[in-house]
């Protein structure tokens, strides 16, 4: 086979594998094909260097990942804001003076959301939402995803936006196989789409039968005007077309179309947990704008939370990174739209005692889209005599010590508790507490059961001569951890003791401790503690407790790792220590002016209540002005917001 030919072959591979696998419709045989791909198969193993990055035998999967880079999108990708009924449609319809747009209605599929980027005619980059911002590069996975092409008939920059989804028939075919073979299965569809597109290894990702289906863009240059051309241009490209793709004007019109969605819900293949509302003009679109977390211009009008009864079989207990002991219940298993449920939580041992529930009870369980199915209801009439009472749990389920019991919440205390330390070791190399490069979860793991590590402490005395017999560790991995252990010293103060895993105590909490007691941090009395704002009785109590039993590991780790902390300057006017609510647009974006608020001293709230003492109301302010104007509160706007920051 000669270079031409093979590139040929690449070619006709794609065309067949698109028709057999997008559209249904296969345009040659099975044999044709596995012919034809072990030609291009034998070609590439003779000439590597020679190897299209087109080629189909990359959609089987490539060489095992060290990890995903971040990558920026040239856009943001922004979340939705979610509506629940009719009213809130309306009252989102008139936000703005929407009533009378003419809307483009599209499912909301329940998957994980991927930005395409191509550039002349190719797939350079695929990226995952992350924080709207930076995503993960995940382009090599990508490749093995069906209804992704590698080359469009377009030679422009172009962001192509869609969900990675798990048809209903696929997730439960893989959980049968992976039932067969021993292996975990799969929690729901949504979950399963999520992991799938980031595994390391893309042939797990290929056998996962995920799907890619378009549902929006970010940066290009069409100068189409319309959002529902720009879509039909994307369809044209080769991507699926969503056979629910509907044009409509009016409220009622809305309204008659989102409950034929709900009614074929079941009956769609993948699983959607509501009906996307999008503005179809893009000018006035963008007139709309942004909150600031939501486009004006769309919403997701969401379905119905879905119930079923079922039964309580037994009850698991897990331990978290804190120590705390959670019941889990385990479920006689249920289909909920197109996930088996086999597991609901509980919550804590209070719920419990609140719900009545019992060993072999009849439940209702309710899951609305992606949330962790919750036991709603007993039915306690259906009791036949075989119920167990469920009894708070003495001894931990991991290590066997005695646990504390503090009433909502059942602690393990033990330090050396396997669930406590693996979880805490993770949680404290996470990208959000000390973002130690290259030391995630599966690394912590494979470093902990090796005994190389047993305590946080440890992490730092790790050596090169430690790493370098590990399976996967070459020099350059080895020395790259050691260089980003060593980083994390000097870290943040609010960053460190959010790593260290005190129950209630995350960022926002953490920020707030540090900024209040610096490095003597640990040394807070309840009192103090629950001074803060927004700090209860809870959080105090589980602050305190941590720092004291932990006070030498505490007192270890802060000497190694040195961390630093800046006392933030507070310039006092007339917001310091007042409440303020900002709404409406304004001249400069929300996080400025949240950010110069703070700076005075205030406190900046999402919702207007008696406790508030000013409302900074740009144009367009809605229900956050009118219930200003209801409570009293002073309303201020943009002049008198500059006019009165230099007054004391």
């Known amino acids: 086979m000669t270079k031409k030919e093979y590139e040929s072959a690449v070619e ?12 249904d419709a296969p345009i040659a045989s099975d044999e044709e094909y596995d012919e034809l791909y072990h030609k291009v198969l034998e070609f590439e193993s003779i000439n590597p260097n020679e190897t299209s990055v087109f080629t189909p035998t990359r959609r089987v999967g490539g060489a095992v990942s060290e990890g995903f880079k971040k990558a920026q999108h040239i856009e943001r990708m ?5 509506i629940f009924d009719a009213d809130e449609l309306l009252a989102w319809l008139k936000r703005g003076d929407k009533t009378q747009q003419k809307f483009i209605l599209q499912p909301k599929f329940d998957g994980a959301s991927l930005n395409l980027l191509y550039e002349n005619g190719s797939l350079v980059r695929a990226i995952t939402r992350g924080d709207g911002i930076t995503g993960e590069d995940v382009t090599n996975n990508a490749r093995v995803i069906a209804g992704i092409p590698f080359k469009i008939a377009y030679e422009g920059r172009i962001e192509i936006r869609g969900e990675v989804v798990i048809a209903k028939d696929d997730f439960e075919a893989i959980n049968e196989i992976n039932l067969k073979n021993g292996e975990k299965l799969l929690s729901n569809p949504r979950n399963a789409a999520s992991g799938s597109l980031r595994q390391l290894d893309s042939k797990v990702t290929a056998s996962r039968r995920l799907q890619f289906r378009p549902w929006g863009f970010g940066a290009q240059n069409l100068g189409l005007k319309s959002y529902k051309k720009v879509m039909e241009f994307i369809y044209s490209l080769g991507f699926f077309k969503e056979e629910f793709f509907k044009e409509i004007l009016g409220f009622e019109s809305l309204q008659n179309e989102y409950n034929k969605l709900l009614s074929i819900r079941d009956k769609k293949p993948f699983m959607m947990d509501g009906l996307v509302v999008r503005v179809d003009d893009l000018e006035f679109s963008q007139e709309l704008g942004y909150t600031e977390k939501f486009p004006k211009f769309m919403v997701a009008y969401k379905f119905p939370a879905l119930e079923k009864t079922t039964r309580l079989l037994d009850v698991t207990l897990q331990v978290g990174r804190s120590g705390v002991v959670t019941p889990v219940g385990v ?57 167990i009472a469920i009894e708070r749990p003495q ?17 393990c205390q033990n330090l050396e508790c396997r669930a406590r330390i693996l979880g805490s070791l993770i949680h404290y190399a996470s990208k959000k507490c000390l973002n130690i490069d290259g030391l995630g979860e599966a690394i912590v793991t494979l470093l902990y059961e090796k005994g190389l590590i047993s305590k946080i402490s440890d992490i730092y005395s790790l050596k090169f001569e430690d790493l370098i017999t590990l399976e996967g ?10 260089d980003a252990i ?10 460190f003791i959010a790593g260290l895993g005190c129950e209630h105590i995350g960022e926002v909490a953490a920020k707030k401790i540090a900024q209040a007691y610096g490095l003597n941090w640990a040394k807070a ?40 902390f800046n006392q933030k300057q507070i310039t006092k006017n007339i917001f310091s220590t007042k409440t303020i609510v900002i709404t409406g647009t304004l001249s400069r974006s929300r996080d400025e002016f949240k950010a110069e608020l703070e700076s005075y ?6 919702s207007v209540s008696k406790k508030t003492d000013f409302v900074l109301a740009g144009s367009e302010a809605g229900s956050k002005l009118e219930k200003a104007k209801e409570l009293g509160v002073r309303v201020i706007d943009e002049a008198e917001y500059e006019r009165l920051k230099n007054e004391v």
């Open 12 to 23: 006709l591979l794609n065309e067949w594998a698109r028709a057999y696998y997008e559209l």
């Open 525 to 564: 009395s309840f009192e103090e503690i629950l001074a803060l704002d927004g700090f209860g009785k809870e959080m105090a109590l589980s602050f305190v407790e941590f720092a004291d039993v932990n006070s030498h590991a505490i007192a270890e780790l802060m000497d190694i790792v040195k961390p630093t």
């Open 601 to 606: 001293g205030a406190k900046v709230s999402g």
């Open 486 to 495: 060593n980083a994390s010293k000097g870290t943040d103060l609010a960053r």
């Open 473 to 482: 560790f070459k020099e350059k991995k080895v020395q790259n951890l050691l």
């Open 395 to 411: 001894f931990c389920p991991e290590c066997g010590s005695h646990l504390l019991d503090e009433g909502v919440f059942v602690k």
């Open 331 to 387: 479920l006689e298993p249920v289909n909920i739209d197109g996930a088996m449920i086999k597991s609901a939580t509980l919550h804590n041992f209070d719920e419990i005692e609140r719900l009545g529930v019992m060993k072999n009870d009849f439940i209702s369980i309710i899951r609305s889209g992606d949330v962790i199915p919750k036991i709603t209801g007993v039915f306690k009439e259906r009791r036949d005599g075989s119920e």
């Open 78 to 82: 922004w979340s939705m804001e979610d």
